[in-house]
């Protein structure tokens, strides 16, 4: 076999089990069965087991006893610990989110993709008396809560939405998010290229927010918050459309991410 090839193995195997590992992540802390994972990674079942079982020897997986489930392990969770600072994404953002909330007056949020929710990372003021400080940095909901959370699920797969509504369908419930309602959101959102929510807890607030690939595999995204009388529909597509602008500068490339590698690489 030659150098090359063997490479290029390595490469698809740790590829494999670094998305196993994400998988499992998702579906921390409830755990997720052996037969979900197969499913959602598309790798047959002797693939499947024999990456976690390498994940499970190293502690970067568990198994939670007495049931079949797996969640991420200690190794997981300290690298989780360790890496917990988001201050150099947060100084990334923070001259455009000061922009947007000079130029709209309201409260600007940037959020991150966190498994099944949003977790909110910064928010900047406007100048406008009347906050909406509809989250507080720290903050995880659900996706399809806020509008970056709905925008998030507009850019994956419909399957996706299926199966985040079905692990958490009672929360949903709870909250007057039924899955055809959270489908349909997720539809308009498509094809407006942005989200747009009332708060379902006091319907006294609106938000619009759009997502963005923070990296090859993780969504960011911002949005603007303001009380109800702030935000008509014609607002709405204004501050949308501001968004769109601004995060399409933002997102990560695939082809700015090539040239990053080509640039690190030693001279042969």
């Known amino acids: 076999m030659s150098e090359t090839t063997t490479k290029v193995l390595g490469t698809q195997s740790a590829s494999k089990v670094l998305d196993l590992l994400k998988r499992v992540g998702f579906h921390h802390p409830q755990g997720v069965r052996l037969r979900d994972l197969i499913s959602e990674s598309g790798l047959d079942r002797s693939t499947t087991h024999r990456l976690l079982a390498c994940l499970l020897d190293a502690g970067f997986v568990e198994r939670a006893a007495p049931g079949k489930l797996y969640r991420l392990g200690m190794e997981a969770m300290q690298l989780g610990l360790l890496s917990a600072s988001m201050v150099p994404v947060v100084e ?133 918050a303001a009380i109800n009388s702030r935000m008509p529909p014609e607002r709405r597509r204004e501050i949308g459309t501001r968004l769109l602008r601004e995060v399409a500068a933002l997102a990560w490339r695939p082809e700015a991410a090539r040239e990053a590698r080509g640039a690190a690489e030693p001279d042969a």
């Not at 400080?133 to 998030?152: A, D, H, K, N």
């Not at 959270?182 to 498509?190: A, D, E, N, P």
């Not at 942005?194 to 006091?202: G, M």
């Open 92 to 224: 990334r953002f923070r001259p455009v989110m000061q922009r947007i909330a000079r130029q709209t007056g309201d409260t600007v949020f940037l959020v991150v993709r966190s498994g099944d929710h949003a977790l909110c990372l910064h928010r900047e003021e406007g100048t406008y008396p009347i906050k909406a400080f509809v989250v507080e940095p720290g903050t995880r909901r659900l996706l399809g809560m806020s509008s970056v959370g709905i925008s998030v699920l507009a850019a994956l797969p419909d399957s996706e939405t299926l199966a985040t509504h079905a692990r958490h369908a009672a929360a949903y419930e709870r909250i007057g998010i039924p899955l055809d309602r959270l489908q349909r959101v997720v539809r308009t959102t498509r094809l407006n290229g942005f989200a747009e929510t009332t708060d379902p807890r006091t319907e006294e607030t609106s938000g619009v927010g759009c997502a963005f690939l923070l990296s090859s595999h993780t969504h960011a995204g911002i949005s603007v």
